[in-house]
């Protein structure tokens, strides 16, 4: 199934603001926005835009509110009950929701504490920056969003709670948590500069995955920042397109290691523990190493998270001393598993989905085992009986 992507380019920065002028750029709907603020009942809000340039680059930018607002100064819980007792629409209020839940407890792990004294982050900004963009991804109806790693920017920057390096550390929280991918080495830009926001960050770590999809770019959209920097634009992009024919995912890791001193019953186990511990695939490969030793090369595909975990048991299980991680794409086919009905009882298939069409069938192995063991009769034949009674779901 062909789904909608947009792909937050960040490399010039991010922040709540930027992402909002690149949503417009793209074409968000102004008027679902300012519908979607308005409904928070903190006063008359009517957003205005205005189109420039950084650095030889066009997009769009957010002016300075002009309405007068019921409140200049906002507390999370404050901003947290706004949005549960406003009536946004239900899938608005769950991701703004989300998104100050999670920069709420990345504020409250730096300070170490559950009441957090808001500064910058208090102010009217931030829940309108929350709300629009989330409004904003709404009305293009995106299906998933996905974000390049985050440049850190360097130096220190003054704050209400004094001096603080940057990134700000509620900053590096947020990225610690939701795994997500910074880029270090951005200290080339400019000297103590902020170029992501924890509005910006909390946005994109909460809504995007941190993967590089494989999609056909049919928008972009740029949004700009508040200043007009001497070395790089200071823009954020947005690409919006489809996926290719068949839905990607990008959330795996490929561990690789070589061994040529174990024997094959030893792989066997070591296999069998691989696939216990949640891996999705193990294979192993014959190979020759130095000195034309014979040997194995063992190669598992895993969810991205369990790298710590495999690697841990691979070191213990084998005999090598290094084992490579390689971030993989796949393409993956819709799929569904159904129940079909034979002379021997129900057998599970697994359907395989393509542009809405079901192309092929798959009796589940372990389904027909059970039968051919229960029933005494050759595993062949209970698989091709399967087969000739799951063709009939076709298209």
């Known amino acids: 199934m ?16 930027m992402l909002l002028g690149a949503l417009i750029d793209l074409g968000a709907d102004v ?36 309405e007068v607002l019921l409140s200049d100064s906002y507390t999370f819980k404050q901003f947290i009950k706004i949005i549960e007792d406003s009536p946004l629409t239900s899938s608005v209020r ?10 709420l407890k990345a504020e409250q792990i730096v300070h170490g504490s559950d009441e957090v004294e808001l500064h910058e982050l208090g102010s009217i900004d931030t829940i309108i920056d929350v709300v629009g963009v989330v409004s904003g991804f709404e009305s293009l109806k995106i299906d998933r969003m996905f974000c390049s790693a985050l440049p850190a920017g360097c130096g220190f920057i003054k704050s209400g709670h004094g001096l603080m390096s940057i990134p700000a ?5 947020l990225i610690k948590m939701s795994n997500s991918k910074l880029l270090t080495n951005s200290n080339y830009f400019e000297d ?4 992501i926001t924890p509005t910006g960050v909390a946005l994109a770590t909460t809504l995007a995955e941190f993967s590089d999809p494989i999609m056909n770019v049919m928008e972009t959209g740029f949004g700009l920042g508040t200043r007009d920097i001497e070395k790089y634009p200071n823009v954020v ?27 094959s019953e030893l792989i066997g186990y070591v296999q069998e523990r691989l696939f216990d511990s949640g891996v999705l695939d193990v294979w192993t490969s014959p190979i020759y190493m130095k000195k034309n030793r014979p040997a194995v090369k063992i190669s598992c595909i895993l969810p991205v998270g369990l790298e710590e975990k495999i690697a841990h048991l691979l070191m213990k299980e084998t005999s090598t001393f290094g084992i490579r991680v390689t971030s993989i794409s796949r393409y993956e086919a819709d799929r569904k598993i159904q129940k079909i009905n034979t002379e021997f009882g129900e057998i599970n ?20 085992r059970r039968i051919a063991v229960e029933e005494n009769i050759p595993l062949q034949k209970v698989i091709r009986l399967a087969q000739l009674e799951s063709n009939r779901l076709l298209d």
């Open 349 to 368: 298939v697994k359907l395989k989905i393509v542009d809405g069409k079901v192309i092929d069938v798959y009796p589940e192995y372990e389904d027909c």
């Open 169 to 173: 550390p509620a900053v590096l929280e």
């Open 2 to 17: 062909i789904e909608r992507y947009a792909y937050i380019r960040a490399v010039g920065g991010i922040s709540g603001d």
């Open 94 to 103: 769950k991701k703004a929701l989300l998104t100050f839940k999670n920069l």
């Open 192 to 195: 103590s500069i902020e170029m």
């Open 31 to 66: 008027d679902f926005i300012n519908e979607q603020l308005n409904s928070l009942n903190i006063g008359k809000i009517e957003l205005e835009f205005y189109k420039g340039t950084r650095k030889g680059v066009s997009g769009i930018g957010l002016s300075p509110l002009k």
């Open 237 to 263: 992009e947005i690409w919006m397109g489809e996926s290719m024919s068949n839905s990607v995912t990008n959330k795996y890791s490929l561990l690789e290691t070589n061994i040529d001193d174990m024997s």
